[in-house]
């Protein structure tokens, strides 16, 4: 119910830079495609990422997984995120 709420608001008021879809229309599978924001070393740049989400969420984390090769220092070379909490 959570996740339903937070896809509505995102479609309500999309956030500047991001567009977010549903894959094979499974609210716990989210494509993300950020655009880099200007002025930093990401700007110009189309990242597409893949978020899943658990069954149990918010209460456990998502997955999260860029297609795109980028480099950044929470970013793994085969695309996971890794953010410690």
């Not at 950020?34 to 149990?56: A, E, R, V």
Request: charged residues 20%.
């Amino acid at each position: 119910r959570a996740l339903q709420q937070e896809l509505k608001s995102i479609q309500k008021e999309p956030l500047e830079g991001f567009t977010v879809s549903l894959v094979n229309d499974n609210l716990f599978e989210w494509e993300v495609a950020i655009f880099g924001p200007p002025n930093t070393l990401y700007q110009g740049g189309y990242f597409k990422s893949h978020i899943k989400f658990p069954s149990d969420y918010p209460y456990s984390p998502p997955s999260v997984r860029f297609a795109t090769k980028m480099w950044h220092p929470n970013i793994y070379e085969n695309g996971d995120v890794c953010i410690s909490i």
